[in-house]
């Protein structure tokens, strides 16, 4: 009976709770946003961390996956004699869904992993109780700049994943499937001019900042609910990529669904 409480309160309380202080750390950070300009200084630091640190693996992934689909697509394409459609294919499947997608997973295991580390670091060794004792507080001197930070920079890298992911499935659809240059980048124009293309933008813009908000979230949560040393730290980065994951797939399949239409 004992056991089973315990896989009742790890599997079902635990993470209901996990929940509720996470929404209550966003609801104090937005509290705490007009101290954001005297925080200008370490919001940049974050936004280079975020943005400019992770560009190197943003640019890999999305360069081969947009070639990935463009290869795969094209060919099944390729036997109705409609491959000249790949543009299309892969401007929508970027900019809507793959390119917020992979970027969220790839800073959430980079990044937020990272913030986790640092904010559990401070907490098991007393810093945070520190800062506190002299009146400072942690949402506002920690919390909010890495927010603030992450969640501008991923819809940036999200539409630049995007760019690449095209400029990528062009080169294969080229090379491997013989579609011209010109008539690729004109279809693809075409579809981004397009009000269902416009949409697409603005509903991956969208996700892309939910993630950076959820990701964000829970690795501070993380970071700030570390306990027992080394040992806590470690514990912490693995649940905030974990959870960082499961919570970007899950809000990824309600706002695919919400904005279907």
Known sequence: MNHLKKLVLVY????????????????????????????????????????????????????????????????????F????????????????????FMTALILSASVGSAMAAEIGTMKVSEEIDALEVM?????KYLVLPRVIGFTIMIPVLANYASTLGIVGGSLVANTQLGVEFDTYYTLVLEILKSKNGLKDIWVGNFKAYIFGLTISAISCHQGLSAKGGAIGVGIAVRQAVVQSFLFVIIFGYFLSAIFYR
């Open 81 to 100: 004699g409609q491959q000249d459609l790949i543009g299309q294919v892969i401007v929508v499947t970027l900019t809507r869904e793959m390119s917020p």
């Open 12 to 79: 079902l309380v635990d993470p209901f709770i996990g929940a509720g202080e996470t929404l209550f750390l966003l609801l104090r950070t937005a509290l705490v946003l007009p101290h954001l300009f005297f925080k200008r200084q370490e919001t940049l630091t974050q936004m280079y961390l975020a943005g400019f640190k992770s560009l190197f693996v943003v640019s890999i992934v999305a360069t081969f996956t947009g070639m990935i689909i463009s290869l795969q697509t094209g060919l099944a394409l390729l036997d």
């Open 135 to 139: 009146s400072i507080d942690p949402i």
